[in-house]
């Protein structure tokens, strides 16, 4: 297909006011026109305007949080009775054994506030093992479908700078011991950012800056890849969520599954209670009627700080981008025109002034839009949550050192400590500061680590030296 002429691209961008993108136009060869001129076809100018021209309604989030209560949350390990908790899990063990689960793993994020010139999911987090948190995930999701005699089949969502290494890394580890041929890998889309004027941002004098769409992009992506009709093909009902820097995620939790099924819900969501009231997460709220999620980045700070009369924060419930959803909920929100809002993020965007130099702003000078894959709450029906111990199933690697949370070495002594306590549960002790790591391999949860401890009458009654069980 020949390239859009100049004449041609102005026309379309002259009435978004967007024509600056062309400035260089005679400086580029031609493949370089080629993409640039792609670009601006793909881009929806109409709807980035419109994004662009809607204000940010701080006013309204600050009235929404004012009305907001937290809604019910159930913790699995707090059922009102063992019977109601063994229930749950063989709902979902049943679902398990019989193939209805996916596992859905978004991994578009890079490493580069961890000092990591790659996909953030090639990271080692092992305490012991040093194994990556693809490693990690991919192991969970095998060990979940051996014991329970089935196939999970496993949809990894890239962005595109990590898409091609990501594909390569696990190519390379054949991954992971995983079928091949139960994995698909699917990118997100893009979208442009623009100035503080609505002016699109060159990143280089042909190509224009875009971003990932957040990972609400993961709805789209699933459908446009075919993903959706693969589960549909598989018999699959329910699909698991969990992000790659959260190698606590409890993959494909049969408890947890099962207390979804049996409350008719089409999204289930977990959260923790926030340990400070900026905390930068989702907070899960119940207002007019729907369960919803202000962003931490949307809510004022005079709402967040809120409390109870006995000191308790009155909007506590903190999401961990851990969801499980019933696959033809997804299939009809991605039928569903403007199933997802964008967000808008201000951020710091180096871009190509109009001499043609890289310009490095020092204050945020751009405006990002993201979708939030937590939008879909509202349109759940019975849509639920369901709090997790942060020291169970929440400890996400985000940050280098000197950073005071969610470092490397936080998460790798949460992983340790989490592994410790489990050895604790099932009668071994563990010496004071010893590394622990279990790998998924070897039991998935306690109560399989239990089984397996029980059934090895060889099993050592105390662990005194770092250990990797495997």
């Known amino acids: 297909m020949a390239t859009p002429s100049l004449e041609q691209l102005t026309a379309q961008l002259e009435p978004f006011k967007q024509t600056h993108v062309l400035q260089f136009w005679d400086q580029l060869d031609a493949s370089q026109q080629a993409q640039l001129a792609a670009q601006i076809e793909s ?97 969970k999701v095998m060990a979940r479908a051996q014991q329970f005699g089935s196939t999970i089949p496993l949809y990894i969502m890239t962005s595109p700078p990590t898409h091609e290494e990501t594909i390569e890394y696990l190519t390379q580890e054949n991954y992971f011991g995983f079928n091949p041929d139960d994995v698909m890998i699917l990118c997100q889309g893009v979208m442009p950012a623009v100035d503080g004027e609505g002016k699109l941002l060159l990143e280089e004098k042909g190509k224009i800056f875009v971003s990932p769409d957040g990972h609400g992009g993961a709805l789209l992506a699933l459908e446009k890849s075919g993903a959706l009709a693969d589960m549909k093909q598989r018999g699959v009902e329910h699909a698991f969520y969990g992000q790659i820097d959260n190698p606590l995620v409890q993959v494909c939790d049969p408890a947890l599954l099962g207390y979804h099924a049996q409350s008719g819900s089409e999204m289930t969501s977990q959260v923790v209670r926030k340990n400070d009231p900026l905390q930068k997460v989702g907070n899960v709220v119940s207002a007019d009627g729907k369960v919803q999620v202000i962003e931490y980045s949307d809510l004022p700070e005079q709402n967040a700080r809120e409390t109870n009369e006995d000191g308790s924060l009155r909007l506590w419930a903190g999401s961990i981008a851990v969801h499980i959803f019933k696959t033809d909920f997804f299939d009809r929100m991605s039928q569903t025109a403007d199933s997802l809002p964008f967000h808008r993020a201000h951020k710091k965007v180096t871009f190509v002034g109009t001499d043609g130099q890289p310009v490095k702003p020092e204050q945020n000078n751009a405006v990002k839009f993201e979708k939030f894959i937590f939008d879909l709450l509202p349109s759940a029906q019975n849509a639920i949550i369901c709090e997790v111990d942060p020291a169970d199933g929440f400890n996400a690697v985000k940050n280098a050192p000197p950073a005071t949370a969610e470092t490397p070495d936080h998460v790798k002594a949460a992983i340790s400590d989490l592994h410790t306590r489990w050895l604790s549960e099932c009668g071994v002790e563990v010496a004071t500061d010893t590394q622990i790591e279990i790998s998924p391999l070897f039991a998935p949860d306690s ?23 495997q």
């Open 43 to 139: 881009f929806d100018l109409q709807q980035l305007n419109d994004l662009y021209q809607s204000k940010d309604t701080q006013s309204h989030w600050g009235e929404l949080a004012a009305k907001s209560t937290v809604p019910p949350a159930i913790t699995l390990a707090d059922f009102a009775d063992e019977a109601s908790f063994e229930a749950a899990y063989q709902s979902g063990a049943e679902l398990l054994s019989g193939g209805k689960v996916a596992m859905i793993i978004v991994a578009g994020g890079q490493g580069s506030r961890l000092g990591f010139d790659h996909p953030k999911g090639m990271y080692p987090i092992g305490p012991v093992s040093s194994n990556s948190l693809f490693q990690i995930f991919i192991e």
């Open 447 to 469: 109560r399989a680590l239990k089984q397996k401890i029980d059934a090895d009458s060889n099993f050592p009654a105390k662990i005194t030296a770092e250990t990797y069980l």
